[in-house]
């Protein structure tokens, strides 16, 4: 399986989607945990979301956007 891959979003950004093994999805139904990352604008947050194997298999950038948008910022531990 893909573990990562590049692609624009709506404003031309372009953003990394990588994998989190070990994080709790649904990796029976191809859905799994995924941290975004603007290659573009270091002010950005890492985002942390879903990505679907298809979409990084096919590298659908349109269903990457989409679970982007689904995305949130996300938080520092400790």
């Known amino acids: 399986m893909k573990e990562n891959?590049?692609?624009p979003d709506d404003s031309g950004r372009r953003w990394e989607v990588q994998v989190l093994w070990g994080h709790p999805a649904l990796p029976e139904r191809g859905i799994y945990g995924a941290r975004y990352t603007c290659l573009d604008d270091a002010e950005e947050?890492?985002?942390v979301g879903y990505i679907q194997e298809w979409a990084l298999a096919g590298e659908d950038e349109s269903l990457m956007r989409e679970m982007l948008?689904?995305?949130e910022p996300g938080t520092a531990i400790g």
């Open 5 to 7: 891959a590049t692609f």
């Open 45 to 47: 947050a890492v985002r």
């Open 69 to 71: 948008a689904e995305s």
